[in-house]
């Protein structure tokens, strides 16, 4: 039975995904109604999404968006939703869309048990140094993998704003970073974050062997379950996080004006 399955699943889905915005925190929420506006400069795009978990009837949903869109017009930048079916309000996508924005970067919000996660962990894996808060070395690695789009100094800045625990996990060869990734505890959940490999470590299990030191960690930290937020596209990861017993909860994607 799936790690998820008590409570509804829309209740499921809705609290996951506030966790990974607790996770991934904005510089600047607005909560309008359970409707995060959120405002990021220079960080990843998707942390700067609004994520319309409060209700609203069909009514109301175009003020709502009215309103997030002037939020995001007071900044300087058009608006992008998170679409979660089943968390965000019925009706909400065809609004949108109606509205000229664009279905885009369709995810997959995944789960597993903490102890299964431990259970499917390579033998004789790399060692893994664990750390409360980012290293140099532990960013640079991921910034060689995924953070040239973005400010280094904002998606510094971004990791010092989290305020559940931590653990940046670095899979290592010597003195050599090879792999990394991050969790976030948050209410018996433990969020995964910041997965990277550098390419020509890529096949020798460092990813593996970094998500075991993360399940490790998050049952130390009362977390018997685990989350992670995925490409669809992203065939290798999916790969592996299905040999690391994660299976999918969810699809959800976004929504942005031109």
Sequence with gaps: MPVWSAGSGSETVRGLQERAARAL????VEDVGGWWLRHAPNCSWWVGTVLPHGDAGPGELVRRVVGAED??????????FQISPGACPE????VLAERGYRRQSPMSLQGASTARVLAQAPTGSLRVRLDDRPTREWFETWRAVHGHDGDPRAEWDMLGRVERPCAYAGAMIGDDVLAVGRAVADTGWAGVFGMATLPEARGRGAARAVLAALAEW???HE???????????N?????LYERAGFSEICGYHYRGAE
């Design 25 to 28: 925190p904005a510089e600047h």
């Design 235 to 239: 065939v290798p990861a999916l790969r």
């Design 91 to 94: 009706g909400l996508d065809t």
């Design 223 to 233: 977390a018997g379950r685990m989350y992670l937020q995925v490409e669809r596209d």
């Design 218 to 220: 998050a049952g130390a």
């Design 71 to 80: 939020f995001y017009t007071g900044h300087g930048l058009a608006a992008r």
